[in-house]
């Protein structure tokens, strides 16, 4: 899957999980600062990546990414 697609997925599973508005979340926002995400929302975020991607993400390492880019960059290594 190319990193715009994945980009894509990942801006509308954001925007659901924290009722945003997909056009308005850029790459280097920051899910708690930026974005304001609790932690209950961060772990429901890392839940719909895995399911929508269908791919496992280790807990700890995937709750350290804190930008947009890092969940599509994550994201777009587990999937090649």
């Known amino acids: 899957m190319e990193k715009k697609a994945v980009e894509s997925k990942v801006k509308t599973i954001i925007a659901r999980i924290l009722n945003l508005n997909s056009d308005t979340i850029s790459n280097e926002a920051n899910f708690i600062f930026d974005l304001g995400a609790d932690s209950q929302q961060s ?11 269908n ?26």
């Open 43 to 53: 772990i429901e975020l890392v839940a719909a990546f895995e399911e929508e991607f």
């Open 55 to 80: 791919i496992e993400m280790d807990s700890d390492k995937a709750l350290e990414i804190q930008t947009v880019s890092g969940a599509v960059n994550f994201i777009s290594q587990h999937l090649n």
